[in-house]
């Protein structure tokens, strides 16, 4: 056989191994019956009867903050929505995955898109920082490391992991999805004050009570929540999606490496790798077990034979048809596989594909 069939098998073991989720999901719209788009102007009569479709973990009303999000979204700032929308596609699978593994509401993933319309390195003037907007206190509550080399607030995992592990405390206290939501905006003492204040034990009946702009806030992510199911009714679309980084996996490097290093050896345009790792303050990256690395799934193996073997190995080992080839061509040393990605190392940079 030659190179390029091997190569093509090598390949193929790896889409087998790292299968990747619909990366679609999260714009699946709400089905309607007659479905009849209402264009630039919404009415407000069709939102609210769509709001009513949302059932679920927020305690869906529809007040004037609701509209104006509503409106801001989908007529003043549509182009802002499109580039968030093109974020979810990126995003959502990751945060979807991780709200199925603890059992928690699908609703909460419309948190990050008030928080920071998606965006990991937004910053808030206070200080807050990612997708969940985590100030450096409370991330290091929630077990994210920030210090000269790294902000692990900036990595969209990791964060998701701590922003859910927060919620949920927040729910242990409330017992409420929607008062919990109040909480990660607001703060627990605001909330507990507000119960005492007003006597009530949910948000709306709570609400007056609350600092303003968490009174603003569970309005938002309603508002989003309409959005991310209805935007296609709006004539919106996503926009800025780039297949190469829809199709991501991290390694963690047992040896200290650089993004530069990294780009030149796997043939990635480093600009490109700093956006999918924006965790990283410096080009700098330790070996401490830690941190993740982010690469396009088209460049694991290339990854493994440079820098970590023993996995390379156990890719092809779990492959039924590279394990057949390996024998039947008698390729039996991990060192020939190498040179033959060697030969084949001339593969255009991801940015040019």
């Known amino acids: 056989m030659n190179m390029r069939l091997i190569v093509t098998l090598i390949t193929m073991s790896t889409v087998f191994l790292l299968s ?80 199925r593994e603890k059992d928690l509401p699908s609703e909460l993933k419309y948190i990050a898109v008030v928080e920071s319309m998606l965006k990991p390195t937004a910053k808030s003037h206070m200080g807050a920082f990612g997708i969940w907007q985590f100030m450096p206190s409370t991330g290091r509550m929630y077990g ?18 701590a922003a859910l592990n927060y919620l949920s405390d927040l729910y242990d206290q409330f017992g409420d999805w929607t008062v919990a939501m109040a909480a990660f905006n607001g703060g627990p003492g605001n909330v507990r004050k507000a119960i005492r204040r ?77 956006a999918l790792n924006p965790i990283y303050k410096t080009d700098q990256i330790l070996a401490n077990g830690k941190n993740p690395l982010r690469l396009p799934k088209s460049r694991l193996q290339m990854f493994y034979l440079q820098y970590d073997q023993g996995s390379i190995e156990d890719l092809m080992a779990a492959s039924d048809g590279v394990r057949q080839f390996r024998e039947t061509n008698k390729l039996d040393s991990l060192a020939k596989v190498h040179r033959i990605m060697q030969d084949y190392n001339n593969l255009p940079p991801i940015s040019d594909v």
Request: proline fraction near 5%; hydrophobic fraction near 40%; glycine fraction near 4%.
């Open 20 to 99: 990747s989720i619909d990366l679609q999901a999260h714009v699946s719209p709400v089905s309607e019956e007659n479905f009849k788009s209402i264009g630039d102007t919404p009415n407000t009569v069709l939102i609210k009867s769509r709001l009513e479709n949302l059932s679920g973990a927020i305690d869906v009303q529809y007040d004037r903050e609701v509209r104006s999000r509503v409106l801001e979204y989908t007529v003043f700032g549509r182009a802002n929505t499109e580039a968030m929308l093109g974020r979810a596609v990126k995003y959502f699978p990751l945060v979807e995955e991780k709200l």
């Open 144 to 161: 994210l490391e920030k210090n000269a080399l790294v902000d692990q607030r900036a990595d969209p995992e990791l964060a998701t992991e």
């Open 198 to 274: 007003s006597g009530k034990t949910d948000f709306w009946g709570m609400k007056a009570y609350l600092p303003k702009e968490t009174q603003k806030y569970v309005p938002r992510i309603i508002a989003a929540a309409y959005l991310m199911n209805y935007y296609h009714t709006h004539n919106l679309s996503p926009k800025g999606i780039d297949a190469h980084f829809q199709e991501t996996d991290v390694v963690f490097p047992d040896e200290t490496l650089s993004l530069a290093e990294i780009s030149d050896n796997l043939n990635v345009d480093l600009a490109n790798l700093k």
